[in-house]
Antibody, heavy 114, light 109 residues
């Protein structure tokens, strides 16, 4: 059974770069689109973007200037980088599989604060 | 960017039926928006229910059904159970990106 697990620092300083990894277990990353979504406390989810196993990417227009995603097939994981973070980037960050976002990780809370 | 709207809250009795809708600021929602629906309970990650308008995931109970209704995407819960109390989010694909709706809080009383 395929599982996704997000990992990364829980606290990031303002103006710094947020970096998260999503490890895929029980299945290969060499297929599907792989998404990042975030959800600020008390608000709805926001799609950040996806990376295809081929390496092609698609980012939300509102975050495009600050986002990059990469994929490591040897480690069966993919990553998110978000630059120049502010308090508005505080959220639970999720990774999810496929164009239907059918499978989600449990999420990881990232707080932006000094 | 597209703005998606949903009813903020709905109340339904156990065993009853409730329909949630999902509208787009760009016009009528069609199958080309590939509407998806998610359920989220407090403290949990969202769980996918419906994809591409009408398709249930293998784990989705049959009482959840998706459709297009009056230019909107719709999620109907039939024979509502107490455990269906949750927030429900729609997701639309428009102009190359995905947009979530603000969610509908369904209360079962």
């Amino acid at each position: 059974q395929v599982q996704l697990q997000e990992s990364g620092p829980g606290l990031v300083q303002p103006s710094e770069t947020l970096s998260l990894t999503c490890a895929v277990s029980g299945g290969s990353i060499s297929d599907y689109y792989w998404n990042w979504i975030r959800q600020p406390p008390g608000k709805g989810p926001e799609w950040i973007g996806y990376i295809h196993y081929s390496g092609s990417t698609n980012y939300s227009p509102s975050l495009k200037s600050r986002v990059s995603m990469s994929l490591d097939t040897s480690k069966n994981q993919f990553s998110l980088r978000l630059t120049s973070v502010t308090a508005a980037d505080t959220a639970v960050y999720y990774c999810a599989r496929g164009t239907s976002l059918g499978l989600w990780g449990q999420g990881t809370l990232v707080t932006v604060s000094s | 960017q597209t703005v998606v709207t949903q009813e903020p809250s709905l109340t339904v009795s156990p065993g009853g039926t409730v329909t949630l809708t999902c509208a787009s600021s760009t016009g009528a929602v069609t199958s080309g928006y590939y509407p998806n629906w998610f359920q989220q309970k407090p403290g949990q990650a969202p769980r996918a229910l419906i994809y591409s308008t009408t398709n249930r995931h293998s784990w989705t109970p049959a009482r959840f059904s998706g459709s297009l209704l009056g230019g909107k995407a719709a999620l109907t819960l039939s024979g509502v159970q107490p455990e269906d109390e949750a927030a429900y989010y729609c997701l639309l694909y428009d102009s190359g990106s995905y947009v979530f709706g603000p969610g509908t809080k369904v209360t079962v009383v």
